[in-house]
């Protein structure tokens, strides 16, 4: 059975071998993958995560769900979005999504989160969900702001990204404060 979220305008679902070429699409795009810390340097990088993803969909007990984006009313590929559960503390998971360049500024990347948080909070009961985001991200950086999460802090220049020492903002929201309306 294919997992699926829905929103009003995006369907998010497990990905297929025919999402290659789309996700080696965003992999290619300098604009996209400016701030994305998933390592998709070549054609290997970007089958082995499709790959893995894949088979992550079929597991016993799933901790990651890595979906496509695809706009409800034509099924156009839009990106991907990501909920992993941490495989130690298995009440946290991180959330977020990488989307392509004509469906940046639409309000989807607000949809997207809104989705992963209630079905992480509500059918996976989680307790925590963090997003994080390179600190020169300003409009990722609103996104969580916006979708509820509180800022916690910056790992400063704690990640090579590329060409440079990135610095990452955290966010998190809690499942109490999700539940009392603060998203």
Known sequence: MVFSLTTERLDLTDMTGGDLLKIRRIARDPGVMRYVLIWLEN???????????????????????HLAIRIRQ??????????????????????????LPEYWKAG??????????????????LHRIFGKCDALNSASARVLEKGGLTYEGTHREDVWLR????STKYYAILAGEYRAGRR
């Open 108 to 125: 989807y990347a607000s949809e997207i989160l809104e989705s992963l948080l209630a079905y992480g909070f509500g059918p996976l009961a």
């Open 163 to 166: 060409d440079h020492w990135r």
């Open 74 to 99: 034509t099924g156009a590929f839009a990106g991907i979005a990501l909920l992993d559960i941490d495989p130690v503390l298995r009440t946290t998971a991180e959330v977020g999504c990488i989307l």
């Open 43 to 65: 054609d290997e990088d970007v089958a082995g995560f499709l790959n893995h993803a894949i088979s992550e969909a079929q597991a016993e007990g799933r901790m990651q769900y």
